[in-house]
């Protein structure tokens, strides 16, 4: 039987011009850390900076974050480039003890977002596809369109509708085994997740906890949730 115990674990965010929200979005990081660390768990938080203009790396720098700068170009491209520097720093090849995390730098992650994550991991799971909600909930018709159709999405069991980069966490050596995030625009969560279920590895799907994200029209990701959002106004 497996050893399911978790040593460490890379939070991964990638940030293109986020220096408006990144230091938020690393607060709340910060905050969700403290738990796994104080039962002996390491904790290394990774900052992609991708093709940015602005002070994104600079403000994560200030928020305790390593930085990797990048031209990725992509966000599945950034989400790469961020674990494959995240283990390096942590020690080389990936091993089952180590857990990778992704998050949104839009996005603020609940205290309990990696604790609950280990704790699938303990139980055997290889990886944790969340919910999230967004942070202005219900407060225009575009939001309001955007969550019926989330809950409709749920419910039937669509994969776009519950995978998200902003609340993910998949084993090291089952994301290296299946080839890691594919370097594209959009989809590339769902697409890990299912290369991941057809290998056979087990996938969580919690409801609690959600992370929640913004609701902003104007996002970075070309078919972003503000893509989305903008289609539905």
Do not use: K
């Not at 660390?37 to 390593?66: E, W």
């Not at 309990?112 to 990886?127: F, N, P, R, T």
């Not at 998949?170 to 279920?197: I, M, N, P, T």
Request: hydrophobic content about 50%.
């Amino acid at each position: 039987m497996p050893d399911d115990r978790i040593e460490a674990v890379a939070v991964v965010v990638p940030a293109r011009d986020e220096a408006s929200m990144i230091g938020q979005c690393l607060l709340a990081v910060a905050a969700a850390r403290l738990p796994v660390v104080r039962v002996g768990v390491r904790v290394v938080v990774m900052v992609v900076a991708d093709s940015c203009r602005d002070a994104t790396a600079d403000v994560a720098r200030a928020g305790g974050a390593h930085v990797h700068v990048t031209l990725a170009g992509s966000v599945g491209g950034a989400r790469r480039a961020g674990c494959a520097a995240a283990l390096r720093i942590l020690g080389g090849a990936p091993r089952r003890g180590v857990w990778l995390a992704t998050t949104d730098a839009d996005s603020t992650v609940p205290v309990e977002w990696l604790s609950s994550q280990l704790a699938a991991a303990w139980a055997g799971y290889d990886a944790v596809a969340g919910l999230v909600r967004l942070a202005a909930a219900g407060s225009t018709r575009s939001v309001r369109r955007w969550e019926e159709r989330y809950a409709a999405a749920r419910r039937a069991g669509w994969l776009h509708g519950r995978v998200h980069g902003a609340n993910l966490g998949v084993r090291a050596d089952a994301y290296r085994r299946v080839g890691g995030f594919d370097a594209v625009s959009v989809h590339e969560d769902v697409r890990l997740v299912r290369r991941l279920q057809a290998a056979g590895h087990p996938v969580a799907w919690p409801d609690r906890p959600m992370v929640s994200t913004s609701s902003r029209l104007a996002g970075r990701a070309e078919h972003g949730v503000a893509g989305d959002l903008r289609r539905l106004a």
